[in-house]
């Protein structure tokens, strides 16, 4: 089974960067899906962003242009690199890996436990 562990997240002032890491236990594979989600108090869990095999992307309206999904699969880790921070990005965010097979398996789904990022001045 794959462990993922979230770090990077803070306190940061509205117009400010954090770059969010989740680390694996296992290989990252190309044919892997990452996504990062986020969860705000009183709120249901939201994507974010996903990066799927190709590196294609895909992000939400909410941070079009100011977070960046990447991976480095020889590190076993992906990334979110959010700029332009407002306090609406207030939420925990979770980083979700799902596992695809050629072979026509059910997919695999992992989920971190979650990172705090509070966006205040």
């Known amino acids: 089974q794959v462990q993922l562990v979230e770090s990077g997240g803070g306190l940061v002032q509205p117009g400010g960067s954090l770059k969010l890491s989740c680390a694996a236990s296992r290989s990252i594979f190309s044919l892997d899906a990452v996504g990062w989600y986020r969860q705000a108090p009183g709120k249901q869990r939201e994507l974010v962003a996903i990066?799927?095999?190709?590196?294609?992307?895909n992000y939400a309206d909410s941070v079009e242009g100011r977070f960046t999904i990447s991976r480095d699969n020889a590190k076993n880790t992906v990334y979110l690199q959010m700029n332009s921070l407002k306090p609406e990005d207030t939420a925990v965010y979770y980083c979700k890996l799902v596992r695809t097979y050629l072979s026509g398996a059910r997919p695999t789904t992992y989920w971190g436990q979650g990172t705090q990022v509070t966006v205040s001045s």
């Open positions: 990066i799927t095999r190709g590196d294609s992307t």
